[in-house]
C-alpha cells in the first residue's frame, strides 16, 4: 500500500446523507486509503473547493430538487467524468434495478462502498455502464 490517499469528494442535495456517507469513509478500516477533501451542495457552487473539483474519485448524489422538478444530476454529472477517464460514481437508495451497475453504489444493498470503489479503476466500458443508467433514468 501506499502512504498516500486516494481524495474523494461528495457531492449531493441530500446533505444528511452526504454526512452520513462523509462518516461512513472516515470511520471505517476498510476505507482507511481514503480521504475526504470535501462534501458540496448540488445548485450550491460555493461549496466546492478546488481539492473537491480535482478528487481523485467523485461521488454524486443521484437525484437534485429544483422547485417542483427531481432531476438526475448524478448520472448527468457523472457523464462528464466518463467522457474524461476520471473515477466517479453515482449513489443512491432503494434503486435496485441499476445496483449492480459498477457506476452505481446503492447505500442499501449489500455492497460495500470499499468494494465499489476499489473497483472503479478497472471498469472497462464505462460508456456502456452509463448508457445504462441513463436508459434506466431516461436521460
Not at 498516500?4 to 461528495?10: L, P, S, Y
Not at 473539483?53 to 417542483?68: C, E, H, I, S, W
Amino acid at each position: 500500500m501506499t502512504d498516500e490517499k486516494k481524495t474523494i469528494a461528495i457531492f449531493g442535495d441530500n446533505m444528511p446523507l452526504c454526512d452520513v456517507i462523509r462518516k461512513h469513509i472516515e470511520t471505517n478500516p476498510a476505507l482507511q486509503d481514503y480521504e475526504i477533501v470535501g462534501v458540496g451542495e448540488y445548485g450550491n457552487p460555493g461549496t466546492y473547493t478546488l481539492p473537491m473539483l480535482n478528487a481523485d474519485v467523485k461521488m454524486y448524489g443521484l437525484f437534485r430538487r429544483v422547485g417542483m422538478k427531481i432531476l438526475t444530476e448524478g448520472v448527468q454529472s457523472l457523464e462528464g467524468d466518463v467522457q474524461h477517464n476520471k473515477n466517479s460514481l453515482v449513489y443512491g437508495c432503494g434503486i435496485r434495478p441499476v445496483s449492480q451497475n459498477p457506476l452505481f453504489w446503492d447505500v442499501l444493498e449489500g455492497i460495500s462502498l470499499e468494494s465499489k470503489l476499489g473497483d472503479l479503476p478497472s471498469i472497462e466500458n464505462k460508456q456502456e455502464h452509463l448508457q445504462e443508467l441513463k436508459d434506466y433514468f431516461r436521460e
